[in-house]
């Protein structure tokens, strides 16, 4: 089972949180890809995804992610193999706090992927240790593969 991790980052915080569960899940011996703000063609072949993305602008994907999902909006493809979980850091003391993480599950599940387990919201404003309130989340990202 290879689970593809693919990170949508600015300035690296959500990059740093996607290196991290990568290494945790090999170390777990699960075989794994890792891709920084892929295209579409990097990843399609991947049945599963584990998406860590941060929130910018108003609510927007980070500027790496936004052409996988540009590409996925302007696909004809069917997902329906494809399953996957949704990490996000975001601010909440924005409106839109981790609304990166509701355009990822709507996109997804729009194109008939198959949301494995609950997301997780980093509020970066109350949580230090990003790495370590993911890699706590990831035992139920893991008992739904
Ligand atoms: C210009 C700017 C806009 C932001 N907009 C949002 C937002 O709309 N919603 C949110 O939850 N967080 C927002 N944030 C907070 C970031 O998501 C947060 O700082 C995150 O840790 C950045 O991670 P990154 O370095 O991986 O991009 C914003 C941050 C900046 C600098």
């Known amino acids: 089972m290879n689970i593809c991790v693919i990170s949508g980052s600015t300035l ?4 740093y949180v996607a290196e991290h569960l990568e290494e945790v899940l090999k170390t777990q011996g699960f075989s ?3 891709f920084h703000g892929p295209e579409l063609d990097d990843v399609i072949d ?7 993305t941060s929130t910018h602008g108003a609510g927007e994907l980070p500027d790496n992610l936004k052409p996988l999902f540009e590409q996925i909006a302007a696909s004809d493809k069917d997902l ?3 399953r996957f979980a949704v990490v996000g ?4 003391d924005y409106d839109t706090f981790c609304h990166a993480v509701n ?3 709507t996109q997804l599940s729009e194109k008939s992927a198959v949301k494995i387990c609950d997301s997780l919201k980093i509020d970066v404003l109350h949580v230090d240790d990003q790495e ?4 706590d989340w990831l035992p139920q990202f893991i008992n739904a593969l």
């Open 46 to 52: 991947e049945n599963i995804w584990l998406i860590v």
């Open 12 to 15: 690296g915080s959500a990059e």
């Open 80 to 82: 329906s193999s494809l």
């Open 89 to 92: 850091l975001g601010n909440s």
């Open 132 to 135: 370590q309130f993911a890699e």
């Open 32 to 34: 794994t890809a890792l």
């Open 103 to 105: 355009k990822v599950e």
